[in-house]
């Protein structure tokens, strides 16, 4: 089993910034993919940035030059620099890896940026 812990969400102003931790416990040895997704009420879940298993990144268009993901490969944590925010960006941000084949998410942590 892997276990997925978030933090860092709140209330932000549009154009401020917040930064997101994801914290990696268990059986992570193998980790796949590791990053981030995001669901806005009403709204599908949809990927916001993520390593991928050749370790490069995939991103959002609508985040591109906004939100930054990093990791420690010791803490076993990746991070979200999200910058630029929008009110469009509100919503619940979820981190997620794949590991062995299995997927895991953590419980989401909101983010709610006022205009």
């Known amino acids: 089993q892997v276990q997925l812990v978030e933090s860092g969400g709140g209330l932000v102003q549009a154009g401020g910034s917040l930064r997101l931790s994801c914290a990696a416990s268990?059986?992570?040895?193998?980790?796949?993919?590791m990053g981030w997704f995001r669901q806005a009420p009403g709204k599908q879940r949809e990927l916001v940035v993520i390593?991928?298993?050749?370790?490069?990144?995939n991103a959002a268009d609508s985040v591109k030059g906004r939100f930054t993901i990093s990791r420690d490969n010791v803490k076993n944590t990746v991070y979200l620099q999200m910058n630029s925010l929008k009110p469009e960006d509100t919503a619940v941000y979820y981190c997620?890896?794949?590991?062995?084949?299995?997927?895991?998410w953590g419980q989401g942590t909101q983010v709610t940026v006022s205009a």
């Open positions: 268990g059986s992570i040895f193998g980790i796949n993919t």
């Open positions: 390593f991928t298993s050749g370790g490069s990144t």
């Open positions: 997620t890896a794949t590991v062995r084949g299995g997927t895991y």
